[in-house]
């Protein structure tokens, strides 16, 4: 296996424990609320206090990674979000959980900006839609995977148990990542001359130093499509990873047991999505050009997702709804490669502060829409905020048309 691949594969997997941590407390929210006594509202704010967090920090970790690199600021990301993972599991109310639950988003702002720094040192320009569709692909086969794993522990030891051995795992990715990556791949001992330099020849990328300040590079009218676009895909996004099991749950009346494996359908497809949308894209390119290959893919796959999530929220066969929420998703994550390959493509030097001010915009919207559901749910019943996500996706699909990957921050509009 190449070098370069290995990496790849590390950070793939750094990226299913990300999204292991992340699902488990919505997979958990049913135990958890009944044991710690939680209204649905109050619910809302526990999973919309982390893409608070998240999205304020996302930015400063984005920058911070340009200026330090990926591999020091992955260690403190992982280190720190492990530590409130297990936190999690000792919380005894709601103000503590909604603490540990805002300090753990502290932690995980910056992972995936951090990723994409470490994939624009090691991979020419052309192969950042692949890597970026294996790295989304893995987070969702671990959303997929949570409901598996977390469920039987959950059922045998306690929902607590489960925040235990997820932290731990994390614990030892980081250990394994402080001895083992090197952040440029000149320093590597073990790549071959041949890769090299390829991989220095065609990364376009001269350093990771930025030339600019985060205003000059926000006053830039292409990035604010792109941050825009964002907004509406992560809204869609979160509510599979953070309101869908008690929607299928409460809204549905589905039982545990069948959770497991209604709440994993959607991700396992949404692993294919995320694989597809970046190989696609790529290929779209080398067709196409950049401007209509980045933009092709996404658009057409947004705008399915959003009628596929109207119509799930309107019939009433459980089945076919998991069926409509399964292609809603697998249709809506072939944007989120390309989202990153786009975010890499205009960042340039800047990329991981692109990348963390793109994730920071779809947070906003996670945040909203996430602590809005419970509210909405109350008061309008469970279809209803579906019914906006669904629209709010139709609206991302007619932003692409406005995106330009061509255009870097750097140059002029």
């Not at 994409?116 to 040192?121: G, Q, V, W």
């Not at 692909?137 to 051995?165: C, D, H, K, M």
């Not at 205003?215 to 499509?225: A, E, S």
């Not at 920071?360 to 749910?377: D, E, K, Q, R």
Request: with cysteine; net charge positive.
């Amino acid at each position: 296996m190449k070098k370069r691949h290995q990496v790849l594969l590390v950070l793939s997997i750094l990226s299913t424990i990300t999204f292991l941590d992340r699902i488990a407390i919505s997979t958990a929210g049913e135990r958890i609320s009944n044991d710690l006594g939680l209204s649905a509202v109050q619910w809302g704010w526990i999973l919309g206090t982390f893409t608070l967090a998240y999205g304020i920090f996302e930015v400063p970790t984005g920058l911070l990674g340009d200026r330090l690199g990926a591999k020091k600021l992955l260690i403190r990301v992982v280190l720190w979000w492990s530590v409130f993972t297990v936190l999690t599991g000792f919380s005894t109310g709601f103000v503590m959980l909604l603490a540990v639950r805002f300090l753990f988003g502290i932690g995980e702002a910056g992972a995936y900006p951090n990723i994409s720094i470490a994939l624009s040192k090691w991979f020419p320009a052309f192969e950042r839609g692949q890597a970026q569709a294996l790295i989304w692909a893995s987070s969702r086969i671990g959303a997929g995977l949570t409901p598996l794993l977390v469920i039987p522990i959950q059922q045998n030891f306690g929902w607590q148990t489960s925040f235990y051995v997820l932290g731990a795992v994390g614990l030892i990715w980081v250990i394994f990542w402080y001895f083992w990556y090197k952040e440029e791949p000149s320093q590597a001992n073990d790549i071959s001359k041949e890769e090299l330099q390829y991989i220095l020849e065609n990364r376009q990328l001269e350093d990771h130093t930025p030339k600019q300040s985060v205003w000059q590079m926000l006053n830039h009218k292409n990035l604010w499509f792109l941050l825009t676009m964002y907004y509406c895909y992560a809204s869609g996004a979160y509510f599979f990873q953070s309101w869908m099991p008690k929607y299928l749950q409460k809204g549905r009346g589905i039982s545990e047991e069948d959770l497991k494996f209604m709440s994993s359908a959607p991700f396992i497809l949404g692993a294919v999505g995320c694989f597809l949308g970046g190989v696609l894209s790529d290929w779209a390119v080398k067709k196409y050009g950049k401007k209509w290959g980045r933009r092709l893919i996404p658009m057409i796959g947004l705008g399915l997702s959003g009628i596929s999530l109207i119509s799930a929220a309107l019939i009433t066969n459980n089945t076919l709804a998991v069926i409509l929420l399964s292609v809603g998703l697998a249709t809506m994550d072939v944007t989120a490669p390309v989202a990153w390959a786009v975010a890499m493509d205009i960042g340039g030097k800047n990329s991981g502060t692109i990348s963390g001010a793109m994730n920071s915009a779809g947070l906003i919207g996670a945040y909203i829409n996430t602590v809005s559901f419970g509210y909405l749910a109350t008061t309008w019943g469970y279809f209803f905020p579906v019914m906006i996500i669904g629209l709010l996706l139709v609206i991302g699909s007619i932003l692409w048309l406005k995106i330009d990957a061509n255009y870097t921050v750097s140059s002029s509009q």
